[in-house]
Protein backbone atom coordinates (compact mmCIF):
# COMPACT_ATOMS: atom_id res chain seq x y z
CA UNK A 1 0.00 0.00 0.00
CA UNK A 2 1.07 3.41 -0.64
CA UNK A 3 -0.59 6.79 0.28
CA UNK A 4 -0.01 9.89 -2.03
CA UNK A 5 -1.31 13.27 -0.54
CA UNK A 6 -1.87 17.09 -0.83
CA UNK A 7 -0.62 19.02 1.73
CA UNK A 8 -2.03 22.39 2.13
CA UNK A 9 -5.88 21.76 2.87
CA UNK A 10 -5.56 18.04 3.27
CA UNK A 11 -3.09 16.89 5.72
CA UNK A 12 -2.11 20.57 6.56
CA UNK A 13 -4.85 23.13 8.33
CA UNK A 14 -5.34 25.70 5.38
CA UNK A 15 -5.25 28.57 7.72
CA UNK A 16 -2.64 27.34 11.24
CA UNK A 17 -0.61 24.51 9.21
CA UNK A 18 -1.75 22.20 12.01
CA UNK A 19 -1.72 18.31 11.25
CA UNK A 20 -2.69 17.02 14.35
CA UNK A 21 -6.18 15.44 13.78
CA UNK A 22 -4.07 12.86 11.74
CA UNK A 23 -1.51 12.13 13.63
CA UNK A 24 -3.19 8.47 15.31
CA UNK A 25 -3.50 7.72 11.00
CA UNK A 26 0.47 8.38 10.43
CA UNK A 27 1.90 6.94 13.56
CA UNK A 28 -0.15 3.32 12.38
CA UNK A 29 0.97 3.88 9.18
CA UNK A 30 4.36 4.23 10.22
CA UNK A 31 4.17 1.26 12.80
CA UNK A 32 3.39 -0.89 9.32
CA UNK A 33 5.78 0.67 7.27
CA UNK A 34 3.10 1.98 4.48
CA UNK A 35 4.84 4.88 2.73
CA UNK A 36 3.32 8.64 3.12
CA UNK A 37 4.03 10.15 0.17
CA UNK A 38 3.49 13.75 0.45
CA UNK A 39 2.95 15.54 -3.30
CA UNK A 40 1.95 19.06 -3.14
CA UNK A 41 2.54 22.45 -5.17
CA UNK A 42 5.18 23.29 -2.38
CA UNK A 43 9.46 23.61 -2.99
CA UNK A 44 11.41 20.38 -2.52
CA UNK A 45 13.00 22.66 0.43
CA UNK A 46 10.08 23.42 1.72
CA UNK A 47 8.99 19.40 1.45
CA UNK A 48 11.96 18.26 3.35
CA UNK A 49 11.31 20.29 6.58
CA UNK A 50 7.35 19.54 6.51
CA UNK A 51 8.51 16.01 6.27
CA UNK A 52 10.49 16.18 9.47
CA UNK A 53 7.97 17.92 11.20
CA UNK A 54 5.78 14.63 10.45
CA UNK A 55 8.11 12.26 10.85
CA UNK A 56 8.62 11.17 6.95
CA UNK A 57 12.47 11.57 6.05
CA UNK A 58 13.56 9.60 3.82
CA UNK A 59 10.35 8.89 2.03
CA UNK A 60 10.14 9.85 -1.68
CA UNK A 61 7.73 12.80 -2.36
CA UNK A 62 6.13 15.21 -4.98
CA UNK A 63 7.03 18.91 -4.93
CA UNK A 64 6.44 21.60 -7.18
CA UNK A 65 3.14 19.97 -8.57
CA UNK A 66 4.65 17.14 -10.35
CA UNK A 67 7.61 19.04 -11.74
CA UNK A 68 9.96 17.82 -8.82
CA UNK A 69 9.90 14.17 -7.80
CA UNK A 70 12.61 13.14 -4.09
CA UNK A 71 13.49 9.27 -4.13
CA UNK A 72 13.41 7.14 -1.65
CA UNK A 73 16.84 7.90 0.50
CA UNK A 74 17.66 4.27 -0.21
CA UNK A 75 17.59 4.00 -3.74
CA UNK A 76 21.05 6.14 -3.86
CA UNK A 77 21.89 4.17 -6.83
CA UNK A 78 19.27 5.37 -8.88
CA UNK A 79 20.09 7.60 -12.13
CA UNK A 80 18.38 11.09 -10.60
CA UNK A 81 19.16 10.41 -7.05
CA UNK A 82 18.42 12.73 -4.97
CA UNK A 83 15.85 14.12 -6.89
CA UNK A 84 13.95 14.07 -10.16
CA UNK A 85 13.71 17.72 -12.40
CA UNK A 86 10.54 16.92 -14.41
CA UNK A 87 11.26 19.51 -17.42
CA UNK A 88 12.38 23.23 -18.37
CA UNK A 89 13.85 24.70 -15.20
CA UNK A 90 12.83 27.48 -12.95
CA UNK A 91 14.95 30.28 -14.28
CA UNK A 92 13.81 28.99 -17.81
CA UNK A 93 10.36 29.33 -17.21
CA UNK A 94 10.65 32.91 -15.88
CA UNK A 95 12.71 33.81 -18.93
CA UNK A 96 10.01 33.10 -21.33
CA UNK A 97 6.74 34.16 -19.20
CA UNK A 98 8.17 37.59 -18.82
CA UNK A 99 8.08 38.45 -22.28
CA UNK A 100 4.66 37.38 -22.41
CA UNK A 101 3.28 39.47 -19.63
CA UNK A 102 5.67 42.00 -20.80
CA UNK A 103 3.76 42.59 -24.06
CA UNK A 104 -0.29 41.47 -23.49
CA UNK A 105 0.53 43.53 -20.00
CA UNK A 106 -1.50 40.91 -17.86
CA UNK A 107 -1.37 41.29 -14.24
CA UNK A 108 0.07 39.12 -11.71
CA UNK A 109 2.59 38.88 -8.81
CA UNK A 110 5.03 35.79 -8.83
CA UNK A 111 7.20 34.54 -5.50
CA UNK A 112 9.86 36.20 -7.51
CA UNK A 113 8.38 39.67 -7.74
CA UNK A 114 8.85 39.80 -3.72
CA UNK A 115 10.56 38.87 -0.87
CA UNK A 116 10.04 36.38 1.77
CA UNK A 117 8.31 39.50 4.12
CA UNK A 118 5.49 39.34 1.12
CA UNK A 119 5.40 35.24 1.13
CA UNK A 120 4.65 35.38 4.77
CA UNK A 121 1.89 37.50 4.71
CA UNK A 122 -0.15 36.57 1.49
CA UNK A 123 0.61 32.58 3.07
CA UNK A 124 0.51 33.42 7.29
CA UNK A 125 4.26 31.07 6.91
CA UNK A 126 7.26 32.04 8.96
CA UNK A 127 9.86 34.18 7.52
CA UNK A 128 12.37 31.01 7.37
CA UNK A 129 9.65 28.81 5.30
CA UNK A 130 8.37 31.83 3.30
CA UNK A 131 12.31 31.61 2.13
CA UNK A 132 12.04 28.18 1.41
CA UNK A 133 8.91 28.86 -0.78
CA UNK A 134 10.76 30.68 -2.88
CA UNK A 135 13.50 28.09 -4.33
CA UNK A 136 11.06 26.66 -6.78
CA UNK A 137 13.41 24.35 -9.06
CA UNK A 138 11.16 24.04 -11.72
CA UNK A 139 8.08 25.81 -12.01
CA UNK A 140 7.05 29.01 -10.88
CA UNK A 141 3.90 30.34 -8.48
CA UNK A 142 1.73 33.56 -8.89
CA UNK A 143 -1.10 35.63 -7.27
CA UNK A 144 -3.14 36.25 -10.47
CA UNK A 145 -4.66 39.63 -10.74
CA UNK A 146 -6.40 40.02 -13.85
CA UNK A 147 -9.70 38.88 -14.61
CA UNK A 148 -11.05 35.52 -15.90
CA UNK A 149 -11.24 36.06 -19.09
CA UNK A 150 -7.26 37.59 -19.38
CA UNK A 151 -6.58 34.34 -17.19
CA UNK A 152 -8.28 32.11 -19.59
CA UNK A 153 -5.90 34.09 -22.57
CA UNK A 154 -2.69 33.48 -20.71
CA UNK A 155 -3.47 29.89 -19.94
CA UNK A 156 -3.76 28.88 -23.61
CA UNK A 157 -0.54 31.12 -24.19
CA UNK A 158 1.42 29.01 -21.57
CA UNK A 159 -0.22 25.99 -23.35
CA UNK A 160 1.06 26.21 -26.59
CA UNK A 161 4.48 26.93 -25.52
CA UNK A 162 3.73 23.40 -24.03
CA UNK A 163 3.38 24.18 -20.54
CA UNK A 164 0.85 23.81 -17.77
CA UNK A 165 -0.56 26.10 -15.39
CA UNK A 166 -2.73 24.83 -12.48
CA UNK A 167 -4.50 26.33 -9.80
CA UNK A 168 -4.09 25.61 -6.04
CA UNK A 169 -5.70 26.94 -2.77
CA UNK A 170 -4.21 30.53 -3.12
CA UNK A 171 -2.10 30.96 -6.13
CA UNK A 172 -1.62 29.39 -9.41
CA UNK A 173 1.26 27.33 -10.75
CA UNK A 174 3.42 27.30 -14.03
CA UNK A 175 4.99 24.25 -14.60
CA UNK A 176 6.52 21.93 -17.80
CA UNK A 177 3.93 19.67 -19.63
CA UNK A 178 5.60 16.91 -18.99
CA UNK A 179 5.45 17.27 -15.67
CA UNK A 180 2.42 16.79 -13.05
CA UNK A 181 1.20 15.23 -10.26
CA UNK A 182 -0.13 12.45 -12.14
CA UNK A 183 3.41 11.94 -14.08
CA UNK A 184 5.16 11.97 -10.89
CA UNK A 185 2.12 9.15 -9.09
CA UNK A 186 2.96 6.76 -11.97
CA UNK A 187 6.60 6.87 -11.91
CA UNK A 188 6.88 6.47 -8.33
CA UNK A 189 4.51 3.50 -8.60
CA UNK A 190 6.78 2.32 -11.39
CA UNK A 191 9.63 2.59 -9.29
CA UNK A 192 7.96 0.55 -6.03
CA UNK A 193 7.30 -1.85 -8.74
CA UNK A 194 10.91 -2.40 -9.88
CA UNK A 195 12.05 -1.79 -6.57
CA UNK A 196 10.38 -3.67 -4.34
CA UNK A 197 8.93 -6.24 -6.78
CA UNK A 198 5.05 -6.03 -6.80
CA UNK A 199 1.93 -3.85 -8.30
CA UNK A 200 1.23 -1.74 -4.91
CA UNK A 201 -2.35 -0.36 -4.14
CA UNK A 202 -2.67 3.45 -3.78
CA UNK A 203 -4.89 5.99 -2.38
CA UNK A 204 -4.72 9.33 -2.57
CA UNK A 205 -5.98 12.61 -0.46
CA UNK A 206 -6.65 15.72 -2.11
CA UNK A 207 -8.73 18.76 -2.03
CA UNK A 208 -8.11 21.91 -4.81
CA UNK A 209 -8.39 20.92 -8.64
CA UNK A 210 -4.32 20.13 -8.82
CA UNK A 211 -5.64 17.04 -7.36
CA UNK A 212 -7.63 15.18 -9.67
CA UNK A 213 -4.65 14.16 -11.93
CA UNK A 214 -3.51 12.79 -8.51
CA UNK A 215 -6.88 11.66 -7.62
CA UNK A 216 -7.77 10.09 -11.43
CA UNK A 217 -3.95 7.88 -10.83
CA UNK A 218 -5.26 6.14 -7.34
CA UNK A 219 -6.69 2.82 -7.02
CA UNK A 220 -8.76 5.10 -3.85
CA UNK A 221 -9.35 8.53 -4.09
CA UNK A 222 -10.10 10.86 -1.00
CA UNK A 223 -11.63 14.37 -2.09
CA UNK A 224 -11.36 16.37 1.16
CA UNK A 225 -13.46 19.10 1.41
CA UNK A 226 -12.17 22.37 0.41
CA UNK A 227 -12.66 25.70 0.33
CA UNK A 228 -12.08 26.51 -3.22
CA UNK A 229 -15.35 27.51 -5.65
CA UNK A 230 -14.02 25.50 -8.35
CA UNK A 231 -14.07 22.05 -6.69
CA UNK A 232 -12.78 19.03 -8.09
CA UNK A 233 -13.64 16.84 -11.28
CA UNK A 234 -12.62 13.41 -11.04
CA UNK A 235 -13.00 11.08 -14.29
CA UNK A 236 -14.77 8.69 -12.51
CA UNK A 237 -16.77 9.21 -9.10
CA UNK A 238 -18.44 5.88 -7.99
CA UNK A 239 -18.26 6.00 -4.48
CA UNK A 240 -16.31 2.60 -4.06
CA UNK A 241 -13.47 4.30 -5.90
CA UNK A 242 -14.31 7.90 -4.67
CA UNK A 243 -14.85 9.37 -1.49
CA UNK A 244 -15.85 12.74 -0.41
CA UNK A 245 -15.16 14.10 3.43
CA UNK A 246 -17.65 15.97 5.51
CA UNK A 247 -14.35 17.95 6.81
CA UNK A 248 -11.74 20.12 5.65
CA UNK A 249 -8.50 19.43 6.28
CA UNK A 250 -6.54 17.21 8.64
CA UNK A 251 -9.56 16.32 10.01
CA UNK A 252 -11.25 15.46 6.64
CA UNK A 253 -7.59 13.42 6.06
CA UNK A 254 -8.24 11.47 8.75
CA UNK A 255 -11.96 11.07 7.85
CA UNK A 256 -10.94 9.79 4.39
CA UNK A 257 -8.28 6.97 5.86
CA UNK A 258 -11.26 5.83 8.56
CA UNK A 259 -13.28 5.11 5.14
CA UNK A 260 -10.94 3.13 3.34
CA UNK A 261 -8.62 1.81 6.19
CA UNK A 262 -10.67 1.26 9.60
CA UNK A 263 -11.52 -2.31 10.46
CA UNK A 264 -15.10 -1.41 11.04
CA UNK A 265 -15.01 -0.73 7.82
CA UNK A 266 -13.96 -4.78 6.59
CA UNK A 267 -16.11 -5.99 9.90
CA UNK A 268 -19.34 -4.61 8.81
C1 LIG B 1 1.56 27.49 -2.47
O1 LIG B 1 0.81 26.34 -2.63
C2 LIG B 1 -0.56 26.37 -2.28
C3 LIG B 1 -1.03 24.93 -2.26
O2 LIG B 1 -2.17 24.63 -2.88
C4 LIG B 1 -1.39 27.24 -3.21
O3 LIG B 1 -1.22 27.18 -4.43
O4 LIG B 1 -2.23 27.96 -2.69
C5 LIG B 1 3.02 27.14 -2.76
O5 LIG B 1 3.64 28.25 -3.31
C6 LIG B 1 3.79 26.63 -1.58
O6 LIG B 1 5.16 26.72 -1.85
C7 LIG B 1 3.46 27.35 -0.31
O7 LIG B 1 3.99 26.64 0.79
C8 LIG B 1 1.97 27.45 -0.12
C9 LIG B 1 1.63 28.19 1.15
O8 LIG B 1 0.25 28.31 1.33
O9 LIG B 1 1.39 28.10 -1.23
MG1 LIG C 1 -4.51 21.54 -1.28
MG1 LIG D 1 -1.56 21.46 -2.92
Known sequence: LLIFTDLDG????IHTYD???ATPWLNKLQDHQIPVILCSSKTAAETLEIQQDLGLEGLPFIAENGAVVQLDVRWDDHPNAPRLINGTPHSEICSLIDPIRER??????????????????????????SALARLH????????????????QFGAELVQLGFKF???ARFWHILDARGGKDQA???LIDEYRKREGFVPTTIGLGDGPND?????????AVVVKGINRHGIQLQDDIPERVYHTTQPGPEGWREGLDHFLSASRHTT
Not at 10 to 13: C, I, K, P, R, S
Not at 138 to 152: G, H, K, P
Open 19 to 21: WRP
Open 185 to 187: VNW
Open 212 to 220: APLLDNVDY
Open 137 to 152: EASVTLIWRDSDERMA
Open 166 to 168: VQG
Open 104 to 129: AGYKFTTFDDVDERVIGEWTGLSRER
Open 10 to 13: TLLD
